[in-house]
């Protein structure tokens, strides 16, 4: 069975950075898709970034392009959230999500595509 537990959040100021990291242990997939989620209390879980092997398509939403940058790790079997210039409204629990297979981009940033979730990291920004 797959597990992802993802590390690095905390509290970090407006302008700030962040790397946020899902270490995949259980297996490997030779083909998949790998994405971030973020989740506030009263709020529908959000689409923040996804990519897919080994094509290596990356979406990034709207709202964090430019900013965040989603990677990952073959050799360390490890997916990475890269955050710049964080804003307050940044603030969630972020979540990291695996499928088995390669997601068409339709579907990439619908959360129900996914089979396997991390527990969430909590990233707080604010002065």
């Known amino acids: 069975q797959v597990q992802l537990v993802e590390t690095g959040g905390g509290l970090v100021q407006p302008g700030g950075a962040l790397r946020l990291a899902c270490l995949v242990s259980?297996?490997?997939?030779?083909?998949?898709?790998a994405a971030w989620f973020r989740q506030t209390p009263g709020k529908e879980r959000e689409f923040v970034a996804a990519?897919?092997?080994?094509?290596?398509?990356?979406w990034h939403a709207d709202s964090v392009r430019g900013r965040f940058t989603i990677s990952r790790d073959n050799a360390k079997n490890t997916l990475y959230l890269q955050m710049n210039s964080l804003k307050p409204e940044d603030t969630a629990v972020y979540y990291c999500?695996?499928?088995?297979?390669?997601?068409?981009?339709?579907?990439?940033?619908?959360?129900?595509?996914?089979?396997?979730w991390g527990q969430g990291t909590q990233v707080t920004v604010s002065s």
């Open positions: 999500a695996a499928s088995s297979g390669r997601l068409i981009m339709s579907r990439m940033p619908d959360s129900n595509a996914y089979d396997y």
């Open positions: 259980g297996r490997t997939f030779s083909s998949g898709t």
């Open positions: 990519i897919r092997w080994p094509d290596k398509a990356i």
